[in-house]
């Protein structure tokens, strides 16, 4: 990164370490990367492992960061950000990432005050092990700048996308957030299916999980629609035209719109609670 800044995360949970692992293995320096957290063992192992600065108190560090990346769970936002305005005055002059699913930004502004700098992001579960999918939404305050620093941090850990707005991001979130389950309850279903025939199970996971990996790289490779990869894979008359006329004639389409549907109202309902 050409853009070297003083980061400090409060909350040191496992989104926070694939992140901050994320930035150190892209040449981040551990020296400018500040921790908070209110145990010990998650500090010491970050420490020991990626060299970045730790503490107990919120306070320390986020006096020493130009950029406060917000970590918790919803349900204490309210409170870290209120101890935060109450103890630091210059927090306009931060850049505010904020992490949480949930709550919107004007929310964050009644936390922490009307002039502050924030930028939205919601990273997904395969950014532990680098191929997350990080939505990504700004106000049109917000500078070009701070937009590519935030871009750049987040490709540490997988893909970024930038969205229109927080209803967007309330969409990504139902697709990319909620997705890998979506995903692991259809390769159980797979794996269990074989089971159900006669495989090994271990055997079973084997043979999906890496077929899942192998059709997802697939798609990243290819310039063909994900329509079309189905039909050169399906051929008439075959086997797999078999199996694929089974989801179809089950509307799978119409069960995974309505899985994200679900999801998209889930997410704006929470909203509404904090």
């Known amino acids: 990164m050409n853009d070297i800044r003083n980061i400090a995360f409060i909350g040191a949970g496992n989104m926070t ?3 901050v692992g994320g930035m150190c293995k892209s040449g981040y320096p551990a020296n400018n990367v500040w921790v908070s ?24 560090v986020v006096n020493a960061a130009d950029v406060v990346v917000l970590s918790v769970k919803p349900q204490l936002m309210a409170d870290v950000c209120a101890h935060l305005k109450e103890n630091i005055s210059n927090l306009a002059d931060k850049l505010i990432i904020t992490i949480a699913a949930g709550i919107r930004m004007p929310k964050y502004r009644q936390y922490l005050g009307d002039d502050i700098t924030i930028i939205r992001v919601m990273p997904n579960t395969p950014s532990l092990v680098g191929q997350g999918m990080s939505g990504l939404v700004a106000e049109d305050s917000v500078s070009d700048t701070d937009k590519s ?3 750049e941090v987040f490709n540490g850990v997988g893909d970024t996308l930038w969205v229109a707005d927080e209803d967007q991001l309330d969409i990504l979130g139902a697709v990319a ?5 979506y995903f692991f309850e259809f390769m159980d279903s ?15 996971r084997a043979m ?10 697939m798609a990243k490779e290819s310039d063909l629609s994900l329509e079309d990869l189905r039909k050169q894979v399906t051929s008439k008359g075959g086997s797999t035209a078999k199996g ?13 719109a309505d899985a994200v549907k679900a999801a998209v109202k889930r997410n704006q309902e929470m909203a509404k609670l904090f």
């Open 17 to 19: 370490q694939s992140i």
């Open 37 to 60: 957290n209110p145990s010990a063992g998650k500090l010491e192992k970050m420490k020991s492992e990626l060299g970045v600065n730790t503490s107990h108190d919120n306070l320390e």
């Open 244 to 256: 694929v006329e089974v989801y179809q004639q089950r509307h799978l389409h119409e069960i995974s």
């Open 149 to 151: 620093y935030v871009t």
């Open 177 to 181: 957030g909620s997705g890998p389950a």
């Open 208 to 217: 999906v999980q890496q077929t899942c990996l192998g059709a997802a790289q």
């Open 190 to 204: 797979l794996a269990k299916g074989a089971v159900e025939l006669g495989f090994d199970p271990e055997k079973a």
